[in-house]
């Protein structure tokens, strides 16, 4: 997690340390061009006994949003620290839907990139046509479209359809992952991002596939499946988060106010 000082006495330093890395990675979805001015949204688990989460305050662009500005809620809505805000009831669905399904999950994020929703809107979805794509299609599951997200009845197939998974393509929506911290999370993201920018940038192409072999893909799958876990080489955020903190701080602390 990010280190930061806690500027609120009544928060416990280890709300505050979540508090601090789900600002950053607001700021950081912002820097990369990921976010739809007010829409969407990235939830992070409270530590602790309680079933509780972070959530953005339903009014600030991400650029703006800051640790200490988060907004509280549990899992039946209720906002359970003080904000002149109030939250996006898509948003509390979905993720709420995540973390009563999954309590090791602790950062779920959610996207509408014009990449990601171009790929959730094709009926094959991702295509088996790059490394990074099977890197990603090791991780995912589809949830069909059901209109905005604000009916509760809809937590049920969200949480089915993520399964055990850490990429969720929500079909005609956009993305969305999770993962175990905030930098598991992003990192899934962010390369489920790059496979989409991928496919689609070869399908505007125009240009005849070269495709990868059946059995290639399947070993290339669980390779993945085991060097990204915590027995492999490259466990998702573990090197990459302490880098993308470094570098959100020579651009802009003040997330971590």
């Known amino acids: 997690m990010a280190q930061a000082r806690v500027i609120d006495a009544s928060i416990a330093a280890d709300e505050w340390a979540m508090r601090v890395d789900l600002a950053a990675a607001f700021r950081l979805v912002h820097h990369f061009g990921w976010s739809d001015l007010l829409a969407t949204h990235l939830s992070a ?17 991400f650029e703006e949003i800051t640790a200490s500005s988060l907004v509280k809620v549990d899992m039946d809505g209720n906002i359970r620290s003080p904000t002149e805000y ?27 990139t014009a990449a990601g929703t171009g790929v959730a809107s094709q009926r094959h979805g991702l295509l088996p046509i790059t490394q990074h794509a099977l890197a990603v299609i090791a991780q995912t599951g589809y949830h069909d479209y059901q209109g905005i997200a604000t009916d509760l009845a809809e937590r049920e197939s969200i949480a089915r359809d993520l399964g055990d998974n850490n990429v969720l ?3 005609n929506h956009g993305l969305l992952t999770v993962g175990r911290t905030v930098g598991e ?7 489920t991002e790059r496979a989409c920018r991928m496919q689609l940038a ?13 059995e290639v893909q399947r070993i290339t799958i669980e390779r993945n499946r085991f060097n990204n876990s915590e ?6 955020g573990k090197r990459e988060w302490p880098a993308l903190l470094r570098m959100l701080d020579r651009l802009d602390d ?3 106010r």
């Open 45 to 61: 688990r409270v530590p602790g006994p309680e079933d509780l989460f972070l959530i953005n305050p339903f009014g600030l662009l």
């Open 86 to 112: 109030e939250i996006n009831p898509a948003g509390f669905t979905i993720h709420s839907a995540v973390h009563m399904a999954r309590p090791e999950v602790a950062c779920v994020i959610h996207t509408h």
């Open 169 to 171: 393509i929500l079909r």
């Open 185 to 191: 999370a992003f990192m899934w993201m962010y390369r």
């Open 202 to 214: 070869f399908q505007q192409a125009g240009a005849e596939l070269y495709p990868i072999p059946e």
């Open 231 to 236: 027995k492999g080489y490259r466990p998702i």
């Open 254 to 256: 003040s997330y971590k």
